[in-house]
């Protein structure tokens, strides 16, 4: 069973459009958030990991998303996480997020794992995932 972290989101008045529902840009901002609290809680902070790693980030190449429930300002919902797998330096995680017991979005990205380019430090270049960021999402 991987690691699975789970996000409350309270949902403000300015994520909402003038129907009052949830604008789905803003929806990928609060999936972001998402990925950042996963490796938090797999003890990724990144503001430390960019440094014992000596990594960028991981920058995100594709994503997208199945939007099933509306939700509404005044609503909170919960985004689950985990990483549904590991590749080279690539990475795809998945978010389900739920009202209740129903599913509202299920989100899915891929990411790269990336650091400085050796010829030229101001472009970024995928490297390999270490072994042990990977165990600690087991
Ligand atoms: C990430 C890259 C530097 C990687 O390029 P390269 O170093 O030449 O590596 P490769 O082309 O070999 O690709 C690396 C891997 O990514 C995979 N890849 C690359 N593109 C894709 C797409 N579109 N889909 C799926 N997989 C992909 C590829 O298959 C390789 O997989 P592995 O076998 O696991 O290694 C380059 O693809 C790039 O710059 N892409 C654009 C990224 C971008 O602009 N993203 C949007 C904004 S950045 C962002 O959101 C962000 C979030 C978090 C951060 O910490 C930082 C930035």
Redesign the pocket.
């Known amino acids: 069973m991987p690691l699975i972290n789970r996000k409350d989101v309270f949902i403000e008045w300015g994520d909402c459009d003038p129907a009052g529902i949830v604008y789905y840009p803003r929806y990928f901002v609060m999936f972001d958030n998402a990925t950042v609290a996963l490796f938090a809680a797999a003890g990724l902070k990144k503001h430390e990991m960019v440094k014992t790693y000596d990594m960028v980030?991981?920058?995100?190449?594709?994503t997208g998303a199945r939007f099933i429930l509306p939700s509404k300002w005044g609503e909170t919902i919960t985004i689950e996480s985990h990483v549904s797998e590991w590749?080279?330096?690539?990475f795809d995680i998945k978010h389900r997020v739920l009202k209740g017991d129903d599913l509202a979005i299920e989100a899915w990205e891929?990411r790269?794992w990336?650091g400085r380019h050796p010829d030229d430090p101001e472009r970024?270049?995928?490297f390999p995932i270490p072994e042990d960021v990977k165990a600690r999402f087991a």
Do not use: H, N, Q
């Not at 980030?57 to 594709?62: A, I, K, S």
């Open positions: 980030g991981y920058p995100m190449v594709d590749k080279r330096s690539s891929t790269v990336v970024i270049k995928s």
